[in-house]
């Protein structure tokens, strides 16, 4: 089986399961319980924030347990609109984000928020003159993904957060959950940052936010203090620990596996480019971890369905997106058939170029017979 649905979800890291089963078994107290198990709970908690938040560089306080990336989406956006309407009901986001971004926008402008977004340019980054032009004195939130699931354009952070910091009412939050673990950030430029698990051979259903300490945010989910009194709930601590070895894994060896994904990348695109009737989707803005690309004469689903009886597996768009249409595409190429037709290779340092090799074979078989029908 080859695996090219990296930004999808991962695979669980061994090491990750072991440390997962080992707090099951050897902590099976509530952190919040007065007694000793809880007390012992408590304490690998704290071990397990402060190491996070090494491996991130943001202080402890500043950490958010939360159910994955969506849910850390959802408690920012709504969060900072119903504390901060009195300051304004302005958000400005781009078609570039995730489901649980435009959703959670679409909700709000149902509640009296009015929502804009961003010129993408050509290659895939925001439009900085025209953020210039959007942003006011009634916005409360800026919200742009470091690394976008689909086409895997790195924005410009740094650029971003100099325009919103001009706004001092206004917050800025990035979705970096396509980012963590393949290139490093600075928090210090960002009011909110969130990101899951499962997308660095995590365990699924654990994610974080994180908020600047001294930002204040009305709850998603209420109930009582937990590990923080922003979301309430019994603390998962087997799935925070195994969050720490996840993070253990990848951080520390961001700029080498970068390097190599960068190998595969350039193989796979070099395949891609010999096709007349491929349009190759990805810019030059894009991290080598993701390759999109259209097949303008093959429905994806068809291609995507053909490829997996090659026991070889991609995605199209990002996998909770709806609809048939990538708005990520439209928004840079302006072209139905191209953003209709889209599919995606999303890579890790545990391919092999031995896959890639086994991929581009398999490509030229799927492809001229697909295209023979046509």
Avoid: W
Avoid at 367 to 373: A, E, G, H, P, R
């Amino acid at each position: 089986m080859i695996y090219f649905d990296n930004s999808a979800t991962t695979f669980v890291d061994n090491e990750v399961i072991e440390t997962f089963n080992k707090v099951c078994n050897n902590y099976p107290g509530n952190a919040n319980s007065l007694h000793k198990l809880g007390i012992k709970s408590k304490e690998l908690e704290i071990y397990a924030t402060d190491n996070i938040a090494k491996y991130l560089g943001v202080k402890p306080s500043e950490i958010i347990y939360t159910s994955g990336a969506s849910e850390s989406n959802n408690t920012v956006l709504k969060g900072v609109a119903f504390r901060y309407r009195n300051r304004g009901n302005h958000i400005i986001t781009s078609h570039l984000e995730h489901s649980s971004i435009i959703e959670t926008c679409k909700y709000l402008e149902k509640n009296g928020f009015i929502v804009d977004y961003v010129n993408i340019n050509s290659d895939g980054t925001i439009d900085l003159k025209h953020l210039k032009r959007l942003i006011n004195d009634k916005t409360i939130l800026v919200s742009i993904a470091a690394v976008d699931s689909e086409l895997g354009v790195r924005q410009d952070i740094k650029s971003i957060s100099k325009i919103v910091k001009e706004y001092p009412k206004c917050y800025f939050h990035v979705d970096a959950t396509q980012a963590i673990g393949k290139i490093k950030i600075d928090f210090n430029d960002i009011d909110f940052m969130s990101m899951s698990m499962h997308k660095i051979f995590g365990m699924k259903g654990i994610g974080l936010l994180i908020k600047k300490e001294n930002i204040v945010i009305d709850n998603l989910i209420h109930g009582g203090k937990s590990s923080t009194s922003y979301r309430s709930g019994t603390p998962v601590l087997p799935l925070i620990v195994s969050g720490v070895k996840a993070l253990e894994l990848v951080i520390p060896n961001i700029l080498n596996n970068y390097k190599y994904v960068e190998e595969l990348n350039k193989r796979i695109v070099s395949c891609l480019k010999k096709y007349d009737r491929i349009h190759i989707n990805s810019t030059d803005k894009s991290i080598p971890y993701i390759i999109n690309f259209s097949t303008l004469d093959i429905k994806p689903e068809t291609f995507i369905h053909a490829m997996e009886e090659e026991d070889i597996y991609l995605g199209t768009k990002s996998a909770c997106s709806t609809g048939d249409l990538s708005d990520s595409i439209y928004a840079i190429y302006k072209d139905r058939g191209i953003a209709s037709h889209s599919i995606r290779i999303s890579l890790s340092y545990k391919n092999t170029m031995g896959e890639v090799d086994t991929f581009i074979k398999a490509f030229d078989k799927v492809y001229n017979k697909l295209m023979f029908k046509n």
